[in-house]
């Protein structure tokens, strides 16, 4: 019993430093097909537990401090790195911000998706999944066509708003 207070320890460091930082990051590379949602959710405790960790460093380094200004310690304990529990955090919460991102991006498509192409073309693979609102083959094909005949409208009428607009800044006497 006498030789768990000695390992504690009253500096002792919880294992959530570059240990916690490498583990997090072989998760995610290790789990790349899982949703942005889910990796959001899986993110959420590590980030409470990354701001509890910086909340009691600053805590034991203000108490250091306060205590050395005040004349009560000397400077010879080191105190403990707060940049690099910060930086982990903030590491954190850029890798949270990349998968709300990344769902804000996948629902947008989804959205797009539905919004011009609504009815479901049936794969050959799983005829039972025919629904009545689906397209035939050639009705999806017509609809690509519209679509496709549609984006090169639009980039040849950008096209020639760019030339008139470089043809603008020309000098008069070069106009073609």
């Known amino acids: 019993m006498a030789a768990q207070p000695q390992q504690q320890g009253v500096g002792a460091v919880p294992p959530t430093g570059m240990q916690q930082a490498t583990s997090i990051q072989q998760q995610l590379s290790q789990q790349q097909d899982v949703d942005p949602v889910q990796r959001f959710k899986m993110l959420i405790p590590q980030l409470k537990e990354s701001l509890q960790f910086v909340m009691r460093i600053a805590s034991s380094n203000l108490g250091h401090n306060t205590a050395i200004d005040n004349g009560l310690k000397n ?15 903030y590491a954190l919460c850029d890798q949270l911000e990349l998968c709300l991102r990344l769902a804000y991006e996948c629902l947008s498509q989804s959205i797009d998706s539905a919004k011009h192409s609504p009815n479901l073309v049936p794969t050959a693979t799983k005829p039972d999944t025919v629904q009545n609102e689906s397209l035939s083959y050639s009705q999806y094909l ?21 030339k008139k607009i470089a043809g603008k800044g020309q000098p008069q006497g070069i106009m073609q």
Do not use: T, V, W, Y
């Open 142 to 162: 017509g609809m690509i066509k519209s679509q496709i005949s549609c984006a090169k409208d639009i980039h040849n009428a950008l096209l020639e708003c760019s």
């Open 75 to 89: 400077n010879d304990l080191p105190a403990q790195r707060f940049d690099k529990s910060l930086e982990e955090f």
